[in-house]
């Protein structure tokens, strides 16, 4: 479902072609909460296709503090590159760094896009997940939240 034709903007330089999506998508490592919304930017920029894109969404987290789990709206922006099988850029195997680790390749007239909306989506999920910058979490002694409870233990807790 994410395989966009670029046969249309291959045929020249610097054409380029627009696609957007608003569905579910099934990302194993992440809660999401309803549809990804993806805008992509697709240029042909002669030895490569670049990608200007933009994803929002709702994931479900958990609170690293309060242990709470809590809607996280995530929206960026983000650009890639995708270029061809077998594209001296490439390198041989051997003596990639990390940056073209990361790098897209395709075949053909077409280009899968999955890979790069997930990979994305996990690059913005926070390591640390909280549910507001000032959560207070869970008192060490009784184990309360304490975002919405305070407890006898919290006043002498110094
Ligand atoms: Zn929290
Ligand atoms: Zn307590």
Request: aromatic share 6%; with cysteine; net charge negative.
């Amino acid at each position: 479902m994410y395989n966009v034709s670029i046969r249309d903007i291959k045929r020249q330089a610097g054409l380029t072609k627009k696609v957007e999506y608003n569905e579910p998508c099934d990302i194993a490592e992440v809660d999401l909460l309803g549809p990804v919304n993806v805008v992509l930017k697709l240029t042909n920029a002669t030895s490569r296709i670049t990608i200007d894109g933009h994803i929002e969404t709702h994931v479900s987290l958990t609170c690293s503090r309060c242990l709470e789990s809590y809607r996280h709206h995530l929206q960026f922006d983000f650009f890639e590159e995708f270029l061809p099988e077998g594209s001296p850029e490439l390198g041989n195997g051997k003596d990639l760094e990390w940056e073209d680790l990361s790098r897209f390749t395709y075949t053909g007239d077409s280009i899968d896009v999955y890979e790069l909306i997930r990979q994305n989506i996990l690059a913005e999920v926070p390591m640390k997940p909280l549910c507001r910058e000032d959560c207070k979490g869970l008192c060490t002694v009784c184990g309360e939240n304490l975002n919405s409870e305070s407890c006898s233990c919290s006043v002498d807790s110094e």
